[in-house]
Nanobody, 116 residues
Framework: EGQVVESGGGSVQAGGSLRLSCAAS????????MGWFRQAPGKRRETVAT????????KYADSVRGRFSISRDNAKNTVYLQMDSLKPEDTAVYYC?????????WGQGTQVTVSS
C-alpha cells in the first residue's frame, strides 16, 4: 500500500523559508499525482499544492501561489515543498498524500510555525 513520512518543519520568523520533504514508499508513488496539504488549529484541512506524475501539471492554492514551490524526484520517491516569504497564517501541520488523498496515507505530518 505504501506510506509517507513528512519532514523539514520547524519554527521560523515571518519572511523566512523552509523546505519540506515527503519520502514515500511502495509502488504507488510512481503512478500518481501527489499533493501537500495543511491543517491549522480549528480549521479544515486544505490543499496547498499538487503535482502530476511527471511534474507537467502543478497547482497552488491562491494563498501560497508565488511563495511556495512543489517539486518531486521520482528516482528518490520524494516530494518537496519549498516555502518562502512565510507568513504567520502559514502556521499549520503539513501533510503529503496522493492528489486524491488516500486514508491510509495520512501520516504524522510536520509542524510549521511562523511567528510575527
Amino acid at each position: 500500500e505504501g506510506q509517507v513520512v513528512e519532514s523539514g518543519g520547524g519554527s521560523v520568523q515571518a519572511g523566512g523559508s523552509l523546505r519540506l520533504s515527503c519520502a514515500a514508499s511502495g509502488p504507488m508513488f510512481r503512478n500518481v499525482a501527489m499533493g501537500w496539504f495543511r491543517q491549522a488549529p480549528g480549521k479544515r484541512r486544505e490543499t496547498v499544492a499538487t503535482i502530476s506524475l511527471y511534474s507537467d501539471k502543478i497547482k497552488y492554492a491562491d494563498s501560497v501561489r508565488g511563495r511556495f514551490s512543489i517539486s518531486r524526484d521520482n528516482a528518490k520517491n520524494t516530494v518537496y515543498l519549498q516555502m518562502d516569504s512565510l507568513k504567520p497564517e502559514d502556521t499549520a501541520v503539513y501533510y503529503c498524500n496522493s492528489e486524491i488523498p488516500l486514508d491510509h496515507l495520512w501520516g504524522q505530518g510536520t509542524q510549521v510555525t511562523v511567528s510575527s
